[in-house]
């Protein structure tokens, strides 16, 4: 006969099985949703012939993961996983009360931009101001939409969701649904463009581009180049950051929230305000 004893710490581990499952079916379908430079990236060939997996999917990583989860099983605590602990980073301040305004379009806008002229933008964030030379005359939809979104504070508020420390070195940016918390990478403004300038495209340090989740799905998340890093020409480069190269390297210098190569800065980065100026 089952004592009452046993039954309770068979309870218990079926509690804690049910819960390591549901943890790792979240990460995966975080992993999926996610899109790190876009899910059309399979797989980087680095210099020295390593590899970097680098699509929204990771999923080599998942399968790491159910391994190690399963060697858990027999649990030693019902105890829920612990929360990451933010941290506070160098250069940053609390961010300014708001949130994002969330609106929404159903088709590019019409272009009001020179592509002649010369344009910048700068995000005014919560670990300092970056500004960005952009290139109007070679991404003239991607300067359009960016003044445009700007223009209607689309950006303000919003928070950097991602950060890449190994294999390529990136800061993303421009999702208004991500949260410190919880996972961005799928929001955006409603509509998507085509890419531009992919010719000869490269991704040194101070590189701006456009993330994306495939060839003509670009809508309103980029990412910030801290660190040279390769990538193939499949993501619209657009702009060069001119001031504030240091702040973000700070940023990546304090790591992620999770401790991993890929995740949430472990500063929480976000734009105060965002703005497109001519001239």
Known sequence: MVSSEQRRRQLAR????????????AQSARRRRNTILGTSLA?????????????????????????????????TSTEEPTTPTRKPVEGCAAPAPGAPNGKQWQAEPPMTIDASG??????DSNCGKVTIAL??????????????LAGEKY??????????????????????????????????????FADENLAGAT????????????????????????????LPPNYTPFGKITEGLDAV??????????????GHPMADVTFNTVTVAKG
């Open 14 to 25: 079926e509690k804690y099985e049910r819960q390591m499952e549901r943890r790792v079916a």
């Open 43 to 75: 797989v980087v060939v680095l210099a020295g012939g390593g590899t970097l997996i680098a699509t929204g999917a990771f999923s080599s990583d998942e399968k790491a993961d159910k391994k190690t989860n399963s060697a858990q099983a027999a649990p």
């Open 118 to 123: 010369s344009y910048a933008m700068t995000l």
């Open 135 to 148: 290139d109007a005359a070679k991404a003239p939809h991607t300067v359009n939409s960016f003044a445009f």
């Open 155 to 192: 950006f303000d508020h919003t928070k950097c969701h991602r950060l890449t420390t190994d294999g390529i070195f990136v800061l993303q940016c421009g999702d208004p649904t991500a949260s410190a918390t919880v996972p961005g990478g799928t929001g955006g403004p409603g509509y998507k």
């Open 203 to 230: 991704y040194p340090a101070g590189t701006v581009a456009m993330a994306n989740s495939g060839p003509g799905t670009n809508g309103s998340q980029f990412f910030l180049v801290y660190k040279d890093t390769k």
């Open 249 to 262: 390297q700070k940023i990546a210098a304090a790591g992620t929230l999770e401790g991993s190569p890929d």
